[in-house]
């Protein structure tokens, strides 16, 4: 939904909120008076941010898993020297 900017004449307050195209505010959120005006605003888009290289999905769990691989073999080692009685 979009975010549309009000202004209130009673307590001099602006405000922001989010409605639908269809609604229209009757009040103010502040102060409860009826004299508000809709400011004229700029509408933002907001865009996904390439990645210079982006990553596979699950590569960080991948990555995680072939480090320990190697530290699970190097203890897997130390326990097989190891002679217990």
Do not use: W
Not at 13 to 39: M, P, Q, V, W, Y
Not at 43 to 61: A, D, F, H, Q, W
Not at 71 to 78: D, F, G, I, S, T
Request: net charge positive; with cysteine.
């Amino acid at each position: 939904m979009p975010k549309y900017s009000y202004f209130c004449e009673s307590c001099k307050n602006g405000f922001e909120i989010t409605h639908s195209i269809k609604e229209r505010l009757e009040k103010c959120e502040i102060c409860g008076d009826i004299a508000i005006r809709k400011l004229p605003c700029i509408p933002t888009y907001l865009t996904k941010k390439k990645e210079e290289n982006p990553r596979k999905v699950g590569s960080v769990v991948e990555e995680y898993i072939e480090k320990n691989k190697e530290q699970l073999k190097n203890e897997k080692k130390k326990l097989k020297e190891v002679e217990y009685k």
